[in-house]
Nanobody
Framework: QVQLVESGGGLVQAGGSLRLSCAAS????????LGWFRQAPGKEREFVAN????????RYANSVKGRFTISSDNTKNTVYLQMNSLKPEDTAVYYC???????????WGQGTQVTVSS
């Protein structure tokens, strides 16, 4: 069982930056993919970025490519999302996700609100 706790959300002006953190209570093995999703009001949850533990490979949604950076610290069982050049359309609840590549079992955090004002 893995429990995830996000932090770092808040209110920022357009063009500003935030860094989200997601701390996992259990051990994150190399067979896991760590990721971030977001859900804006009235919209479906969408993929933002992920990182594969075993290879360090990262993937990004086109809408955040070049502005957001995902990284992980295995010693702290934590995954980060550095968000720069934020836009009002980035406003959403951001969720941390951990998925086991072998079993496909996944875990979700409770979400953290990010609001970007224009």
């Amino acid at each position: 069982q893995v429990q995830l706790v996000e932090s770092g959300g808040g209110l920022v002006q357009a063009g500003g930056s935030l860094r989200l953190s997601c701390a996992a209570s259990g051990r994150i093995a190399s067979t896991y993919v760590l990721g971030w999703f977001r859900q804006a009001p009235g919209k479906e949850r969408e993929f933002v970025a992920n990182i594969t533990q075993s290879t360090g490979t990262t993937r990004y949604a086109n809408s955040v490519k070049g502005r957001f950076t995902i990284s992980s610290d295995n010693t702290k069982n934590t995954v980060y999302l550095q968000m720069n050049s934020l836009k009002p359309e980035d406003t959403a609840v951001y969720y941390c996700n951990v998925r086991n590549l072998i079993s496909q079992i996944e875990y979700w955090g409770q979400g953290t609100q990010v609001t970007v004002s224009s």
